[in-house]
């Protein structure tokens, strides 16, 4: 059956749209939304309130012209501004009567002197006789201004008959009172939201109407209309036949004819002067509470302003739960925008002002700075953004800076320190070095012509971010004067109100203390960067304490690894508190976790760790932070054994300490397990020139890692004798720094050298040498590093006070189940054990050996029976036996006899 379409709203409305989206070319059905309107009829009151435009209209006529529809349907649109309760019932009661008049059909006149009692009672009695259900729909309710009609309403629906249901359609809640129905779960409501067009809705509808729009221009202008089935038809009458549709979607707006047009007549022109007025003047912010409304429009009621609006459906929405801030539709904003620059164009500049001073004391400084942009006053938004740029940064929202950068003219940082300095921190934060290098002499060459009173201030920043820069490109040698400046700034109390704020205080010492401890200065690292996590506490800025802590988790000499691994685990867990923990700047944390579990033997926890730095690195990682992973990746392929890939991640871990000016503190480390594994894969020409290629240092410092190597070296050629001559000034000046890890190593080689030579009593005190020194961190990475099968057999029967660290290597390196079994059975021996064990070899009976411990004879016994179950022995000369096997007794005891 054919339907009249939508009745006119005013000649601006071009006829396509008055057909609604379901019209002429653009039909479309929404079963969604039906299968909704067929739900909401179950129960006895349905209400649907959205504002003008949102396909209310078209919703209840395709649903009430359905063919399948099951029940009488009665159809009442109201007039606009309807004033008469006995016009109102005369058009409900005709309805009711006349189910198949058109929808747009006016409604008889009602006689005069009508009762309009009389008319409700017949509605009443005419769905009372009707046989089946009827729905009664009430179309465009708002337009209803009788209050006497409306309170008829509310009593009517009390005494509605079980076989109606009622549906309200309205652009604002209706103004009558639906308690009782909501307390019997009798109402069901359908607003905006569920109006609202999906984007495959949009898709459809440009589809019916033979529009050709690509899937990006399609979200485009779904995201632009923010669904709203007025905007989308109308943008579809103007694509229709359009030459360019992508251009028209990326352009389209608020500004658009047709679409100003009907927001004028159909919102703005039905709001009261006062509140045109308010909306024009706050219209140029994109969101606003009372507070910021009432200083834009010049009046104390603004925020009532906004809940009526919210509440009339009047393209006013609340964003939070307690309806204090609020937002109008995009498209409805940017119309606005329009109307205030044609019609109140001079007080634009005023109100931009207006808006950036309450929004930068208010902490939104982005927007601030984008409101001074657009008044003309950007030096003084460029001082806005130089002051708060480090703040950004500490947050952890250095890309803030580029965005905020995008609002000023091409070309503006040329004349202005401050905006030179914020481009720099942007580029160095997006890794465009040589960018951020041109900003910051930029803004050094402007410092002079900079206020006296912002000029040291300037220079500190400048001088912080030379230092970031350096970082990042690993230029350390060339930066120790700005450390020292930066330093020397920081300590003077008298520069801290005016020059050393706490953002770039914090900045200076982030800065400082992760080139110090790349550059070895443990130390002095620790100093600053702890200093910097105090900072970052007491400024509440968890991004600065993270990056500080992410770099304290290094062994040093006064750090133990274990407690060096216990920060990173901290560090790590900071982060993670605070959402951090995918962040670039925590990769440190997570090398330094992965490298001590790599030198502890724990080979898979290490590789997981190493794979979740490498996932939170950035795309450009800084050089120095590269080194520490391609070191931890080696470590861990060494251990393994695979030495062809350990040879590939050194040669990376070299390769990012060449982009260094100044030397890595693994530099030394890194060289020499390089040449060292060259070596053993017998690539001994490269790994002399690996060694020649490291640089001399007269203080020797780390020069045990290259002597190390040297010794590797020595052992390949068969010149053991020369591979102790290369160790001894190491190991006999040598003290356990850190983890000792040179030191085990250079032990190692010794006792393998010492083998070689035939000097097992040596080799048996090298061995224990580096069991003593791995002792206190359980470092046993090296004894897998150095993959000699003659050190393995020398420390399966080697006498040690180091029993549970050897256990721990054999497991790792090697050894039969067997000889692990023992190992762990002898450990099993208590010290009270061990002594009873010690008399087992003699001559003297049980009674004997408890006087000499002076025990009893029941303890004696105790312990024996205890000794012969942890060695696995069924009597006494069977566990003298195994104990010389375990090197728990000396071979040179004569056994005593059988008990």
Same mark, same amino acid.
């Given at each position: 059956m054919t339907r009249v379409p939508t009745r006119e709203r005013g000649p601006y409305v071009p006829q396509q749209v008055r057909r609604g989206v379901s019209g002429a070319r653009g039909l479309l059905e929404r079963k969604d939304l039906l299968r909704l309107l067929d739900d909401g009829v179950s129960k006895r009151l349905t209400v649907i309130s959205a504002p003008p435009g949102s396909g209310k209209t078209s919703l209840l006529r395709a649903w009430a012209g359905r063919s399948t529809n099951p029940a009488r349907v009665a159809f009442v649109t109201i007039e606009r501004d309807q004033q008469s309760e006995q016009r109102f019932w005369c058009a409900v009661l005709d309805a009711i009567r006349n189910p198949e008049r058109p929808f747009d059909a006016?409604?008889?006149?009602?006689?005069?002197?009508?009762?309009?009692? %009389?008319?409700?009672?017949?509605?009443?009695?005419?769905?009372?006789?009707?046989?089946?259900?009827?729905?009664?729909?009430?179309d465009d309710l708002h337009e209803l201004k009788s209050a006497d009609a409306l309170a008829q309403l509310e009593s009517f629906l009390t005494t509605l008959p079980s076989s109606a249901r009622v549906v309200l359609s309205s652009r604002r809640d209706p103004s009558i009172r639906l308690h009782h129905l909501r307390l019997a779960d009798d109402v069901a409501e359908i607003r905006a939201d569920d109006l609202r067009f999906t984007e495959h809705e949009t898709r459809e509808l440009l589809v019916g109407s033979a529009i050709n729009l690509s899937d990006r221009g399609v979200a485009a202008l779904h995201q632009r209309t923010e669904g709203w089935a007025a905007g989308l038809r109308l943008a579809a009458i103007s694509l229709n036949g359009h030459p360019d549709p992508e251009r028209f979607v990326a352009e389209f707006s608020g500004t658009d004819r047709a679409i100003g047009e009907y927001l004028m007549a159909e919102m703005l022109e039905r709001q009261p002067s006062e509140v045109q007025t308010m909306l024009l003047r706050t219209s140029l912010v994109d969101r606003m509470n009372g507070e910021l409304a009432d200083l834009l429009a010049g009046r104390s009621d603004s925020e009532r302003m906004l809940l009526a609006l919210e509440e009339a459906n009047a393209f006013v929405v609340s964003l939070d739960a307690q309806r204090t801030w609020f937002r109008c539709h995009q498209l409805l904003a940017e119309f606005l925008r329009l109307e205030l620059? !044609?019609?109140? @164009?001079?007080?634009?500049?005023?109100?931009?002002?207006?808006?950036?001073?309450?929004?930068?004391?208010?902490?939104?400084?982005?927007?601030?700075?984008?409101?001074? *942009?657009?008044?003309?006053?950007?030096?003084?938004? @460029?001082?806005?953004?130089?002051?708060?740029?480090?703040?950004? *940064?500490?947050?952890?929202?250095?890309?803030?800076?580029?965005? *905020?950068?995008?609002?000023?003219?091409?070309? #503006?940082?040329?004349?202005?320190?401050?905006?030179?300095?914020?481009?720099?921190?942007?580029?160095?934060?997006?890794?465009?070095?040589?960018?951020?290098?041109?900003?910051?002499?930029?803004?050094?060459?402007?410092?002079?012509?900079?206020?006296?009173?912002? !000029?040291?201030r300037l220079a500190v920043a400048v001088a912080s971010l030379q230092l970031a820069l350096a970082r990042r490109s690993g230029q350390f040698s060339e930066v120790i004067d700005l450390v020292g400046l930066l330093d020397t700034s920081m300590a003077d109390p008298s520069s801290e109100p005016s020059v050393m704020g706490s953002e770039l205080r914090g900045v200076a010492l982030l800065n400082i203390g992760i080139v110090e401890t790349w550059s070895g200065r443990l130390v002095d690292a620790e100093r600053h960067l702890s200093e910097g996590a105090a900072l970052a506490r007491t400024i509440d800025r968890p991004y600065l304490e993270v990056a500080c802590r992410a770099h304290q988790g290094f062994p040093s000499k006064l750090i133990s690894v274990t407690t060096a691994r216990e920060r990173a685990h901290q560090a790590v867990a900071l982060a993670e508190?605070?959402?951090?923990?995918?962040?670039?700047?925590?990769?440190?944390?997570?090398?330094?976790?992965?490298?001590? @579990?790599?030198?502890?033997?724990?080979?898979?926890?290490?590789? !997981?760790?190493?794979? !979740?730095?490498?996932?939170?690195?950035?795309?450009?990682?800084?050089?120095? #932070?590269?080194?520490?992973?391609?070191?931890?990746?080696?470590?861990?392929?060494?251990?393994?054994? %695979?030495?062809?890939?350990?040879?590939? @991640?050194?040669?990376?871990?070299?390769?990012? %300490?060449?982009?260094?000016t100044g030397v890595h503190f693994l530099a030394p480390r890194i060289t020499g397990w390089l040449a060292a594994t060259q070596a053993r894969l017998g690539l001994r020409e490269e790994a002399l020139t690996t060694l020649a290629g490291f640089p001399a240092d007269p203080q020797r410092m780390g020069s045990g890692a290259i002597d190390n190597a040297q010794a590797v070296i020595c052992l390949t050629d068969g010149d053991p004798a020369a591979a102790l001559a290369v160790l001894s000034e190491s190991r006999a000046g040598a003290t356990a720094f850190g983890p000792g890890f040179i030191l085990i190593e250079a032990h190692l080689l010794a006792s393998i050298a010492h083998l070689r030579l035939g000097d097992r009593n040596a080799a048996s005190a090298a061995a224990e040498a580096a069991l003593a020194t791995a002792e206190r961190d359980r470092v046993i990475l090296p004894f897998a590093m150095v993959e000699s099968a003659e050190l393995l057999d020398l420390l399966l029967h080697h006498e040690t006070a180091h029993r549970a660290l050897l256990a721990d290597v054999l497991n790792l390196v090697g050894g039969t189940g067997a000889d692990r079994e023992m190992l762990a059975r002898a450990e099993a021996l208590s010290p009270s054990e061990r002594r009873v064990l010690g008399y087992l070899p003699t001559n003297l009976t049980r009674h004997e050996i408890a006087q000499e411990l002076h025990v009893s004879i029941n303890t004696v016994n105790t312990h024996i029976r205890n000794v012969y179950a942890k060695l696995g022995a069924q009597d006494r000369s069977a566990a003298v036996q195994r104990a010389r096997q375990l090197r728990l007794l000396s071979s040179r005891l004569v056994p005593a006899p059988p008990n």
């Open positions: 006016a409604p008889p006149p009602a006689p005069i002197g009508l009762e309009v009692g %009389q008319v409700i009672d017949d509605v009443r009695s005419e769905i009372a006789e009707l046989v089946g259900p009827v729905v009664l729909i009430i620059r !044609r019609t109140l @164009a001079a007080e634009v500049p005023d109100l931009h002002r207006r808006a950036a001073g309450w929004l930068a004391d208010h902490g939104d400084v982005v927007q601030a700075v984008r409101h001074l *942009v657009a008044a003309g006053d950007w030096p003084d938004a @460029a001082r806005l953004v130089a002051d708060h740029s480090f703040r950004w *940064v500490l947050d952890g929202q250095a890309g803030t800076i580029h965005a *905020v950068l995008l609002a000023f003219p091409e070309g #503006a940082s040329v004349d202005h320190p401050d905006l030179a300095l914020a481009h720099a921190a942007a580029e160095l934060n997006q890794g465009r070095l040589e960018e951020a290098t041109a900003q910051l002499a930029l803004a050094e060459s402007h410092l002079y012509n900079a206020p006296p009173d912002r !000029r040291q508190r605070y959402g951090l923990d995918d962040r670039p700047i925590i990769a440190p944390a997570l090398g330094a976790i992965a490298g001590t @579990a790599i030198w502890m033997g724990e080979f898979d926890e290490g590789e !997981r760790w190493l794979g !979740r730095a490498w996932q939170v690195a950035s795309a450009q990682v800084d050089p120095a #932070a590269a080194v520490l992973l391609h070191q931890a990746a080696g470590m861990l392929h060494a251990g393994r054994g %695979q030495k062809q890939s350990a040879l590939e @991640a050194f040669t990376e871990a070299a390769n990012a %300490q060449s982009l260094l």
